[in-house]
């Protein structure tokens, strides 16, 4: 084959791979024209309409909205002037971030139990998802007013003193805010162990066989290839959680918002502002989440 043929060939081949990847791109924006119509008709108006908000004084009047224009005030009052609000959102942020752990890892040990082979797991993971569909908010309200939602060591054991004592202050107090809702923190866990369960279906089995040949204890399987190929659901995981968490039904930041929103003082536009404080701290926190998935799927491409 001459020179000229063997370029020719060479520029059909990268025109079919990139005829390939245009049509799977393609694919893949058809699957996701849906939601990105929904988007666009249902949440892309009112998201743009609540940041002009942000950048305004609302008032309600007789004849209708009256706006006026504020700048950055909104935003400059509500982490410098505001007493409530950012002491709230500090609190909740500190929780969540310990939150996620907790809630990651226990939906992986459940699931890991409930991978394995034994009579009546079916009826296990129905009973770990079912809290998924009967804790909506109203029941969760009602269950933390009987104070179903509590641990009773807390106060039998008196606790938040020793947690002031070795932890100190400033983590005492989400931490105990932890442990008064650690029942359901667990309840929120159904949909990650479903995950997991999932993802320890796309591990091949021949492997587990190959280094039990070879003589490796289910310790050093867990370690080598189980927590490896969990990796990327470790981090789906992480993100449902962050997305569940900040959208709890008894979310103090969320109640702080709704109030702010209907006193004559405040207004929507200084609510708006709130809300658009509390989604960028969510992106970020999403945004590290994503960027530690590239990086480890980085060194698994690597290896």
């Known amino acids: 084959m001459s020179a000229d043929n063997q370029i020719e060939e060479l520029n059909f081949q990268r025109k079919q791979r990139w005829r390939t990847a245009l049509k799977e791109q393609l694919l893949g ?6 939601w990105l119509l929904g988007f666009l008709v249902f949440m892309a108006v009112p ?5 002009y908000l942000t950048f305004n004084k609302v008032l309600l009047t007789p004849d209708g909205f009256k706006y006026t224009w504020r700048g950055l005030g909104n935003f400059r009052d509500a982490l410098l002037v505001d007493n409530s609000y950012p ?3 500090f609190t909740y942020v500190q929780e969540v971030i310990l939150m996620i752990p907790i809630i990651v890892i ?6 890991l ?4 082979r034994f009579p009546g797991r079916f009826l296990l993971r129905a009973i770990f998802f079912l809290p998924v569909i009967f804790a909506t908010g109203q029941v969760l309200t009602e269950l933390f007013t009987q104070g179903a939602g509590e641990l009773p060591f807390i106060d039998q054991y008196n606790v938040k003193p ?3 004592e070795y932890v100190g202050p400033k983590l005492a107090e989400p931490i105990i805010n932890i442990l008064g809702k650690f029942v359901i923190i667990l309840w929120y866990s159904g949909v990650q162990i479903l995950i997991f369960i999932a993802g ?8 587990y066989e190959a280094v039990r040949i070879d003589g490796a204890t289910p310790w050093e399987s867990f370690w080598k290839i189980t927590l490896p190929g969990a990796v990327p659901f470790i981090g789906l995981n992480a993100i449902y959680t962050i997305v569940d968490l900040f959208t709890f039904p008894l979310n103090p930041v969320l109640a702080e918002v709704s109030n702010n929103m209907f006193k004559p003082d405040t207004g929507y536009g200084y609510a708006s502002a709130l809300a658009w404080i509390y989604f960028l701290i969510i992106f970020v926190m999403l945004g590290f989440v ?5 990086r480890s799927s980085k060194r698994k491409g690597r290896a």
């Not at 226990?106 to 699931?111: E, K, R, S, W």
């Not at 994503?290 to 590239?294: A, G, I």
């Open 29 to 34: 924006y058809l699957f996701m024209a849906p």
């Open 47 to 51: 998201l743009g309409w609540s940041l």
């Open 87 to 89: 002491v709230k959102l």
């Open 106 to 111: 226990f939906a992986l040990f459940v699931a």
């Open 113 to 116: 139990l409930l991978n394995q």
């Open 162 to 164: 020793l947690v002031n």
């Open 200 to 207: 320890f279906q796309t591990i091949s089995k021949s492997v």
């Open 290 to 294: 994503l960027l530690l998935l590239r």
